[in-house]
């Protein structure tokens, strides 16, 4: 059972371009996220979270968007650069829980 | 302060033979985290520890499969008689306390001929 979804198996974006990778979730009862980062033969790469209590979190250029009602979250990265390719891990847990649950990835590639 | 740090990197293994992969956290970080992540798939969840304690690894196949993280030095994956479907990167994370991002390392590479 699949509880974090990340429909969008790839994302390829000009340089300069806005990326926006999506995440859905089923289980309400999640309520901290995060996005990692990963390249190829390494480790994923904490990027940015954010609380059910907040509906947005920024760390320079990349900012994430929490919808509960939706059950979705979002991650925007503006400007995209080429540095930026790799595979984006969102991951969700209940905070009083045991384990981070994460979505199958999306590959971003940031065309020059 | 140096990462998370698996080793080893690579490990190739017979079917039948046992398999090690290690794990030294973070300084400073009791929780421990076991993912595995195998071709074309995300990471799944394997076993949660605290120093001494398993929390839990209901993501633990049953067989074959044990995890410590002793008092003292890195905390173990254990695999018993492997197999080919255990081919697949096993990453470890930590963290300081359960509410916060995990730190991962660069994972272990595991391979069954």
């Known amino acids: 059972d699949q509880q974090v979804k990340q429909n969008s198996p790839s994302l390829s974006v000009q340089e300069g371009r806005i990326s926006i990778l999506n995440c859905d979730y089923t289980n309400s009862m999640f309520d901290y996220f995060l996005w990692y980062k990963k390249y190829p033969a390494e480790g994923p790469t904490f990027l940015i979270s954010i609380s059910s209590i907040k509906d947005k979190n920024e760390d320079g250029r990349f900012t994430v968007f929490l919808n509960k009602s939706a059950k979705h979250l979002s991650l925007h990265i503006v400007p995209s650069q080429p540095g930026d390719s790799a595979v984006y891990f969102c991951a969700a847990s209940v905070l009083t829980g045991n384990q981070f649950y994460f979505g199958t990835g999306t590959s971003l590639t940031v065309i020059p | 302060n140096a990462g998370v740090m698996q080793n080893p990197r690579h490990l190739v293994r017979r079917r039948g033979q046992e398999a090690r992969l290690r794990c030294s956290p973070m300084k400073g970080h009791s929780h421990v985290y076991w993912y595995r992540q195998l071709p074309e798939e995300g990471l799944k969840f394997m076993v949660y520890l605290q120093k001494e304690n398993i929390i839990d690894e209901s993501g633990m196949p049953k067989e074959r499969f044990s995890a410590e993280f002793p008092k003292e030095g890195p905390s173990i994956l254990r695999i018993q008689q492997v197999v080919r479907g255990d081919s697949a990167a096993y990453f470890c994370?930590?963290?300081?306390?359960?509410?916060?991002?995990?730190?991962f390392g660069q994972g272990t590479r595991l391979t069954v001929v």
């Open positions: 994370a930590s963290s300081g306390r359960v509410d916060t991002e995990a730190f």
